[in-house]
């Protein structure tokens, strides 16, 4: 394995994208620039507290005893290696729904783009390593609490199978910064904390919206130039500078690739919690980890995000539909250089045509039955989640029991049996309302119905359905667990609850504890049932 100092350096963004003129450090409006040059600010003490040697891999290097100080004080932001050109980029993006003119990566400091020796790019983001020129009001830190989370969600993220940016690494500064967790008035000091994230470009639909806000016309043709050749080089013409229908075709794979994504999001039960377009990534990527949750009951109306707990324009349910009014933004954005509204409408058609012939697929996999054709099929996935909701039942443990029920024998089973078999889900509700689980029999003896109607073996339906309805997932109250350990001072959990989320589709003995569905202490408590943007 090289050593840190011999990762290859070849940073196209800063070489190829026209960069910010000052060189000053101060929080101000940046134009007709897609960069900022700006260097990490440097930490106290920093001390690994977890990475993943998957990412290290796909960088061609490994963190040892001998030279984890050392992983530390780059991946902190203390020392630069030989190539790294650090910058901040430039973007804007609708926040809630309303334009909110420049952001940047207030806090985000890109280190550089690596070639590794199977000729992949990789850009290393640090995320809290302090202010930028974007960083408006802020202080450009992250804690150890949003830290955790984004480290080991991206990771979990991965090893579900999906599209992420991914961790290499999470470094504890020996710092402490103030939060005021809630926006309710009592900052207090918490320990500081700096994520490495890596991933083939961070370009996100703001980059573009913010060169057509401002008119910037020339500067986003070339942003839209240099995104087709180095994010899509396999559209780029055999000859010659992209066309008109070179940027219809990347449009239509940001479309495809973004509902791809937020089909997966359903599958495992993701929701975001902060869908702004400056939080999409144009490779279609899940990307920003803040106030994301996981849904536990199940409440499509569900949001984690207690500053969307009103409008709950990002709930789980109408993740779909905001995907698609966000790349409406995109399309807005890249007009000026398309030249012509009728590819980008057609992109935006083919996003809800991919999307529900995806989610169709999906939800028939999650369910172990061959591709849905008929009504009956569409009813029995409609039905589903209502039922679901009104049953108080865990998600997550739902699908894997369900994956238990055997094809029929007994046509005229007793529906309250079946009930048996997905109980470990069931929510204890009792102190709190009566729930009434009838139209859950009812519907699991539709379903064993509809599985005896194919001829697959119980144990093969099982296995499949265990391949796409993942029995550890990254639940807030365990995230939660594992912050109050580190912020401790005690990484032990945050690597343990990494090596778990590495293999969430598998049983894994011992571990019986990180499938538990959410404890009732943890439905109230700050961090796991409720979060803010405050990070
Ligand atoms: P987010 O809601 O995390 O996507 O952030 C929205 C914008 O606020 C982005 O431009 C971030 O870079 C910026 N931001 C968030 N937190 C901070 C912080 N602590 N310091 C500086 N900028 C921040
Ligand atoms: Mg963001």
């Not at 900052?187 to 904390?193: F, K, L, M, N, Y």
């Not at 890596?198 to 573009?208: D, H, I, L, W």
């Not at 007009?335 to 083919?350: F, I, N, R």
């Not at 090596?499 to 408590?525: F, M, S």
Request: hydrophobic share 40%; net charge negative; charged share 20%.
């Amino acid at each position: 394995m090289p050593s840190l100092e011999s990762l290859h350096f070849t940073n196209r963004f800063t070489r190829e994208l026209p960069g910010d003129t000052e060189r000053e450090n101060r929080r101000r409006q940046v134009r007709q620039a897609c960069w900022s040059g700006v260097n990490p600010t440097p930490v106290a003490a920093p001390r690994l507290v977890a990475h993943a040697r998957e990412v290290a891999e796909l960088l061609d290097i490994e963190v040892t005893t001998d030279n984890e100080q050392a992983f530390a004080d780059v991946f902190g932001g203390n020392r630069l290696l030989p190539g790294m050109e650090p910058f901040a980029m430039c973007y804007g993006g609708h926040q809630f729904g309303n334009w909110a003119g420049q952001l940047g990566d207030g806090r985000a400091i890109n280190l550089g783009e690596v070639i590794n020796s199977r000729g992949e790019h990789w850009t290393l983001q640090l995320k809290g390593a302090g202010p930028t020129p974007y960083s408006r009001t802020a202080d450009g830190l992250a804690v150890m609490r949003s830290s955790v989370r984004e480290f080991l969600c991206s990771e979990a993220m991965h090893h579900l199978g999906v599209p992420t940016t991914r961790a290499l690494c999470l470094v504890a500064t020996g710092e402490q910064v103030v939060r005021d967790m809630f926006y309710n008035g009592n900052p207090g000091p918490e320990p500081g904390a700096v994520v490495c994230r890596v991933a083939p470009s961070f370009t996100r639909f703001g980059n573009f919206q913010i060169f057509a806000a401002r008119q910037e016309i020339d500067q986003l043709r070339q942003l839209v130039d240099f995104t087709v050749r180095t994010d899509f080089p396999h559209l780029l013409p055999p000859s010659g500078p992209p066309t008109a229908e070179t940027y219809a075709a990347m449009f239509d794979e940001v479309c495809r690739r973004t509902a791809a994504m937020i089909v997966h999001w359903m599958r495992v039960g993701f929701v975001h919690g902060v869908m702004n377009t400056d939080n999409m990534s144009i490779l279609g990527l899940t990307i920003d980890y803040g106030p994301y949750g996981w849904l536990e009951n199940v409440d499509p109306d569900w949001t984690p995000n207690t500053t969307d707990a009103q409008g709950r324009r990002y709930c789980f349910i109408a993740q779909p539909q905001i995907g698609h009014w966000n790349l409406l933004q995109l399309a807005n954005a890249l007009l000026p250089v398309v030249g012509d509204a009728k590819p980008l409408e057609a992109g935006l058609h083919a996003y809800a045509r991919h999307f529900q012939e995806g989610y169709r697929r999906m939800m028939a996999d999650k369910l172990g039955i061959s591709l849905m054709t008929t009504d009956v099929d569409d009813s029995l996935v409609a039905d589903l989640w209502p039922i679901l909701a009104a049953a108080d039942i865990d998600m997550t443990l739902f699908f894997r029991d369900l994956a238990t029920i055997k094809a029929g024998d007994d046509a005229t089973a007793d529906p309250a049996r079946f009930l048996t078999a997905v109980s470990s889900g069931f929510y204890d509700t009792e102190a709190r309302v009566a729930v009434d689980r009838t139209a859950l029999g009812v519907w699991l003896a539709r379903y064993q119905a509809r599985i005896s109607a194919e001829a697959l073996p119980d144990s093969i339906r099982r296995d499949r359905m265990n391949t796409v309805n993942p029995l550890y997932v990254p639940r807030n109250y365990l995230a939660q667990l594992a912050i109050d350990k580190a912020e401790a001072g005690d990484f032990s959990r945050v690597r343990e609850m990494l090596d778990v989320l590495r293999w969430p589709y598998t049983e894994q003995p011992g571990r019986e504890e990180y499938a538990a569905k959410r404890p009732e202490w943890a439905r109230h408590r700050a961090g796991c049932s409720m979060l803010s943007c405050s990070s």
